[in-house]
C-alpha cells in the first residue's frame, strides 16, 4: 500500500496543483493536507470554480468573484487564469483533503505517524516544517520550487532574485525545482530542474511566476507518477547555494521595482536585438 501526502495551502494557484495531482494513478492513497489560514468557504469555491471550470476570458466582475471568495488574488494568479483557465476545483476541493491551521501540531504529527503505509509526501508551501516530518516519512519528501536552484531559495524567489540580476542571470534561474526536503531551506538534493523558454515574450514579471509555479506543479506530477519515485538515489546534491530570499522583505515597493526591471530588461534586449 503506497500513501502520497500532498501537503500545500489554500491559494488560488494551489489549486492547478491539487487539480494535476488528482489524476495520479501510481499511489492506492493520496491524502491532501491544506493549510487555511483564511477561512474559506469550500463550498462557495467548489461553486465557483464549477461555474467558471476552463473559463480564460472572464470579465473583471468575474475575476473579483475569485479576488473575494480568496480574500485576494496575486498578480500572478490572474494572470494564470487569463493565460491557464480555471482550473476544476480549489485546493480544499477534494473529497480526500484535510484542512488545517498548521502541519506541525501534535495532532498532525499523530497522524501520520499512525499510518503505517509505504508513505511519501510532496509539498508546495509557504512554510518550514519540523524535522520530524523528515524522520517520520524516512525522508521521502520532495519540495517543488518556482525557481531554478541553486540560483534562487526562499520566498518571492525570482521575483526578488531578478532585482538584483542580469538578463543572463534571469533566464538561468526562471523555471522551477524538484529537490528532496531536509533541514536547510531549499538545499535539498536536486532531483530535476526545468527553465522556463522565451521569457522576454512575457509580458511581466508575474507572468514569469505563473509559468514557474505551473513547471513545478507539472515537476511534481510527473514524477509523482514515475514507478520508482522516492528512491533517494535518483538525485544530486547541490554544491553550493545562492542567496535566500524572505517574503517579509518583499515590500510593496520591490514588487513595483521588480517590474520596472523586468520590463526595462526587455526593453534594453529587445534594442539590442533591433541593432542587430
Known sequence: MK??????EALFHTAYLVDKISKNKEFDNIVFLVRDNNKLDK???TSLHKKYEGNSDLSIEHINEFDKAYGGLSLSEIDMIKRFGVPSTSAIGMD???VLTSFNSDTIKQMVSADKTFKCAAIFLDCILDDWWIDCFEQRIVNAHSAVLPHARGMFAIEQYLICASPADLEEAAGATIHYVNSGIDKGNIIRTKKLENIWELESVWSIKADSYMTAFSLIEE????RDCFSLSDST????????FLEKNFTKEKR???QE????????LGVCNGAA
Do not use: D, K, W
Open 237 to 244: 546534491p547541490q554544491t553550493h547555494f545562492g542567496p535566500l
Open 3 to 8: 500513501t502520497l501526502y500532498v501537503l500545500t
Open 96 to 98: 480526500n483533503c484535510i
Open 261 to 268: 526591471m523586468f520590463s526595462e530588461m526587455r526593453e534594453s
Open 256 to 258: 513595483i521595482l521588480a
Open 223 to 226: 514524477y509523482t507518477s514515475q
Open 43 to 45: 463550498e462557495a469555491l
